[in-house]
């Protein structure tokens, strides 16, 4: 499967955006979407993920009532909502993708074997 993600862009503190995660070559039914972030100088970390055809999310910490995942059967695509964005949300975004009914444990990288090329949210103060 091939993922694409979208929406990049600059915000403002407390702005909003919504990134999108094109998928082709599977359908998207039995895989788990999930999204991460990588800012310079840190480690990749897992920001959200859910399990495409049953709906079942998990968020990180940090991202939790601020970010809402979703996923679109009929576009074969999975969205991440970005509401109320803070500085520390600067990062580069990527998707990806593994094959599975339940959510990832931790949302561990290394379990997803599909990933985008990754997108820039950048968020100003």
């Known amino acids: 499967v091939q993922l694409v993600e979208s929406g990049r862009g600059l915000v403002q503190a407390g702005g909003s955006l919504r990134l999108s995660c094109a998928a082709s070559?599977?359908?998207?039914?039995?895989?788990?979407i999930g999204w991460f972030r990588q800012a310079p100088g840190k480690e990749r970390e897992g920001v959200s993920e859910?399990?495409?055809?049953?709906?079942?999310?998990q968020y990180a910490d940090s991202v939790k009532g601020r970010f809402t995942i979703s996923s679109d059967n009929a576009k074969n695509t999975g969205y991440l909502q970005m509401n109320d964005l803070k500085p520390a949300d600067t990062s580069v975004y990527y998707c990806?993708?593994?094959?599975?009914?339940?959510?990832?444990?931790?949302?561990?990288?290394?379990?997803?074997?599909?990933w985008g090329q990754g997108t820039q949210v950048t968020v100003s103060s």
């Open positions: 859910i399990v495409f055809d049953y709906g079942s999310t």
């Open positions: 990806a993708a593994t094959y599975g009914t339940k959510v990832v444990l931790e949302l561990r990288a290394h379990e997803f074997n599909y």
């Open positions: 070559g599977d359908p998207l039914n039995n895989y788990v």
